[in-house]
């Protein structure tokens, strides 16, 4: 079993509606969760973090994690195709090292 | 000014090379990674410092080698370069100040070609 986990996608979406992708996570010991934007070729762009149950909202983002259900999510409200990108969880068990999942490709069509 | 440089960008090497890859940082952060991405592997750690006395082996070191030369700069060398070497390297940077800890920040990457 993968530490982390993400679904690969695509994910496709059109432009206007709600994007939901989701993560999960094998370390219940986990403390601090974060989504990451990647546009192809490009580095990791920090978009959320989260530490506690519950929802986090920045602008059109929210996170929201469930640590119970090992569970954390990222939620792009009025997706443009400028969200069109590969997005990855990374979770974090103790103050040394992020684990990271594999990625979910969002397509945003118009 | 971009808070973590890596150079060079793009590198095109032959098998049995050495070769070095440098990661500068301005964000004052102690701690520095090294990452390398692969298609469909994600990000997978290679090495990281907590300061320029502390280096730890991550999960894929084998075929690697680090040196902390400073508390801004970090580098990744490959003593003799192999194809399966080929990938996107990245290095990250983080703190603990403000009570927010393990938030990484990237750096542009180094797309590097093992021939």
């Known amino acids: 079993q993968k530490e982390v986990e993400q679904n690969s996608g695509p994910l496709s979406v059109p432009e206007g509606a709600i994007a939901s992708l989701n993560c999960t996570y094998s370390?219940?010991?986990?403390?601090?969760f974060f989504w990451y934007r990647q546009y192809s070729g490009k580095s990791p762009e920090l978009i959320m973090s989260?530490?506690?149950?519950g929802d986090k909202e920045d602008g059109r983002f929210t996170a929201q994690l469930n640590k119970a259900s090992q569970y954390v999510s990222l939620l792009i409200r009025d997706s443009q195709p400028s969200d069109s990108a590969t997005y990855l969880c990374?979770?974090?068990?103790?103050?040394?090292?992020?684990?990271f999942g594999s990625g979910t490709r969002l397509q945003v069509f118009p | 000014d971009a808070d973590v440089t890596q150079t060079p960008r793009n590198r095109i090497t032959k098998t049995g090379k050495r070769i070095m890859l440098e990661c500068s940082q301005t964000?004052?952060?102690?701690?520095m990674y090294w990452y390398r991405q692969d298609p469909g592997l994600g990000l997978r750690l290679i090495y990281y410092?907590?300061?320029?006395?502390?280096?730890n082996k991550g999960e894929i070191s084998d075929g690697y080698s680090v040196s902390r030369q400073a508390q801004a700069k970090f580098s990744l060398s490959l003593e003799s370069a192999i194809p399966n070497q080929t990938a996107l390297y990245f290095c990250?940077?983080?703190?603990?100040?403000?009570?927010?800890?393990?938030?990484?920040?990237f750096g542009p990457g180094t797309r590097l070609t093992v021939l």
């Open positions: 990250a940077t983080s703190d603990l100040s403000g009570g927010v800890y393990n938030e990484q920040f």
């Open positions: 370390d219940r010991g986990s403390q601090s």
């Open positions: 989260i530490y506690s149950n």
């Open positions: 990374a979770v974090g068990s103790n103050t040394v090292k992020l684990i």
């Open positions: 964000k004052g952060h102690d701690r």
């Open positions: 410092s907590f300061d320029v006395k502390d280096i």
